[in-house]
């Protein structure tokens, strides 16, 4: 399936990718998850690797095989995936940041493994938002498009996000329908920008990956001239 985007056109830019749902430990046994299988972030990573580009996909741990010829940089938690971004982000020209990052971390972490006994609190502490310190520590001329997973309100929550992110775009999902999103093959949702919205309809994960990537090449050649 020989697509029109199908080119060199992202020859000689570095795509940050991430990718995967972060786990935040409770004791040596047991994490906080999420539902993310990292497929929307793989295929982005290998739909831009061969589209030309040169990949970075800090990736949270996921059961996929890796896409060639982009590098790896494996990262359990919101903070290791943090830092991992904040090390790599001034080789990037484009940040795409597909992973469901944990909004919570357990504030003690039990050295060992818990109990059966009587009633149990976690106690959490807010993760940082890696997506704005992103956009807030961006080189001039990055571009940074983020993922908002949404149940209600999709539209007005996915543009509320990409202002209070201060980020140039957001692939809004709603992920309350079961044949797309977290964890399917599928995905549907809109490409947002500051001047307007691009419908992207069920599709494979593949073929969205493509059309995110249509969009941002857009994106960046606006921006450019
Ligand atoms: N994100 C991030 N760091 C976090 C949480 C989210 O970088 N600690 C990124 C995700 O990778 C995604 C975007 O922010 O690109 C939006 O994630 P989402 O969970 O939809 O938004 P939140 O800002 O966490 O808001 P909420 O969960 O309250 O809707
Ligand atoms: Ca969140």
């Known amino acids: 399936l020989a697509r ?41 990573a290998e739909a831009a690797r061969r589209r030309g ?28 995936m943090r830092g991992a971004v904040m090390l790599r982000l001034a080789e990037a020209t484009i940040v795409v940041m597909a992973a469901a990052v944990s909004d919570y971390r357990v504030k003690h972490v039990a050295e060992q493994k818990l109990k059966r006994t009587g009633e149990r609190m ?24 983020g993922f908002a997973a949404e149940t209600e309100n999709v539209l007005a929550n996915g543009r509320a996000k990409l202002e209070r992110k201060g980020v140039d775009a957001v692939v809004v999902n709603d992920v309350s329908s079961s044949e797309t999103g977290f964890d399917s093959d599928q995905n549907a949702g809109s490409f947002l920008t500051r001047d307007g919205v691009t419908e992207l309809p069920v599709m494979s994960k593949v073929e969205m990956a493509g059309r995110i990537l249509d969009e941002v090449r857009r994106l960046r050649t606006v921006a450019t001239v």
């Not at 990949?55 to 938690?77: Q, T």
């Not at 959490?124 to 520590?137: F, G, Y």
């Open 4 to 44: 029109s985007g199908e080119k060199d056109d992202f020859a000689g830019e570095t795509v940050l990718v991430t990718a995967g749902g972060t786990r935040e430990a409770i004791d040596p046994v047991r994490f906080i998850g999420n539902r993310s299988s990292g497929r929307m972030g793989y295929a982005i």
């Open 122 to 145: 976690l106690e959490l502490e807010p993760t940082e938002d890696i997506l704005a310190e992103t956009a807030k520590r961006r080189r001039e001329g990055t571009l940074i498009v």
């Open 53 to 80: 580009a040169r990949v970075i996909l800090v990736s949270a741990p996921v059961s996929l095989a890796a896409p060639a010829g982009c590098e790896i940089v494996p990262v359990v938690s919101a903070e290791e």
